[in-house]
């Protein structure tokens, strides 16, 4: 499965962005797919999990961002969302897209995208 996110950008304490991240390949094969973020001096290991969705539309959101963010997806058009509202300046990050598949085989990542939000 590849990846690609888009609609990261600059944005003011309190206002909103919307993340997309498009699936090719086989993307029916997703069981499990969801949000990662990477603040300044860490590494994807361990960067944060914001939010994933399962097959079955079950959702969950880390603490940070729950009740602020809300992910969904377009399953005719292989899309994952993430709309994030009410931004705060720790929310600043670059944003990956993740992937897993039903069975055997690995991770998928998208290549990020940034966030910045100003105080």
């Known amino acids: 499965v590849q990846l690609e996110e888009s609609g990261g950008g600059v944005v003011q304490a309190g206002g909103s962005l919307r993340l997309s991240c498009a699936a090719s390949?086989?993307?029916?094969?997703?069981?499990?797919t969801g949000w990662f973020r990477q603040r300044p001096g860490q590494t994807r290991e361990t960067s944060e999990i914001?939010?994933?969705?399962?097959?079955?539309?079950?959702?969950s959101y880390g603490d940070s961002v729950d009740g602020r963010f809300t992910i969904s997806r377009d399953i005719a058009k292989n899309t994952l969302y993430l709309q994030m509202n009410r931004l705060k300046p720790e929310d600043t990050a670059v944003y990956y897209c993740y992937a897993d598949p039903q069975g055997a085989g690995g991770r998928s990542w998208g290549q990020g995208t940034q966030v910045t939000v100003s105080p």
């Open positions: 914001v939010s994933y969705i399962t097959w079955n539309g079950a959702t």
């Open positions: 390949g086989r993307a029916d094969s997703i069981h499990t």
